[in-house]
């Protein structure tokens, strides 16, 4: 009896990292000269991130150290949907970051063609928010995650549950 081999292509990141991304941002908002009397709060959700500070200069400047915060915890930065720039109460500027966590079912449709179109022996199925890729043999497998590494799709990807 062949056995198959699969693995699971996700979007996903480590919450525990964007926590501590976010409260390394406040901390050195607290500090830093040009920022440290604005104001300024980064409000972490469920699902967004909030800024809200006094200008959009600063609104940039916060949202360059939450991006540098971020790579440095290895999250990268196609989970962050910048959202457009409100005016808030008091002259104040406040902006929500959306965090995309799961394949949408076009992208997911379009890994899975790639997948088909390329590699013959191979075997993609949608389930949910995740594409698991099954083949007979292991190499194969490594093949498709190399592929996929050097596709330019608008979101992040990670490779789990590899047997």
């Known amino acids: 009896m062949a056995s198959t081999y699969s693995f699971d292509v996700v979007s996903d990141f480590d919450r ?3 926590v501590n991304a976010v409260d390394q941002t406040v901390r050195d908002i607290k500090s830093r000269y ?4 604005t104001k300024t709060t980064v409000e972490l ?13 600063t609104l940039d400047a916060v949202q360059k150290l939450l991006r540098e915060k971020a790579a ?3 999250l990268s930065q196609k989970i962050f949907e910048i959202g457009k ?6 002259n104040r500027v406040r ?4 965090l995309k966590k799961g394949i949408s079912s076009e992208i997911a449709k ?16 949608i389930q949910g928010d995740v594409v698991r890729v099954s083949a007979k043999n292991k190499d194969d497998l490594q093949v498709v995650i190399q592929r996929l590494k050097q ?12 047997r």
């Open 72 to 74: 440095k915890r290895n």
């Open 95 to 98: 902006q929500e970051i959306t």
């Open 110 to 125: 379009q890994i899975s063609k790639l997948i088909r179109d390329e590699f013959k022996k191979i075997q993609p199925s």
């Open 16 to 18: 525990q990292e964007l």
């Open 151 to 162: 596709e330019e799709l608008p979101i992040a990807l990670q490779f789990t549950n590899y």
């Open 34 to 37: 040009d920022l440290k009397d």
């Open 45 to 57: 959700g469920e699902q967004t991130i909030t800024i809200n500070t006094d200008s959009d200069f």
């Open 85 to 90: 720039i409100e005016s808030a109460s008091g």
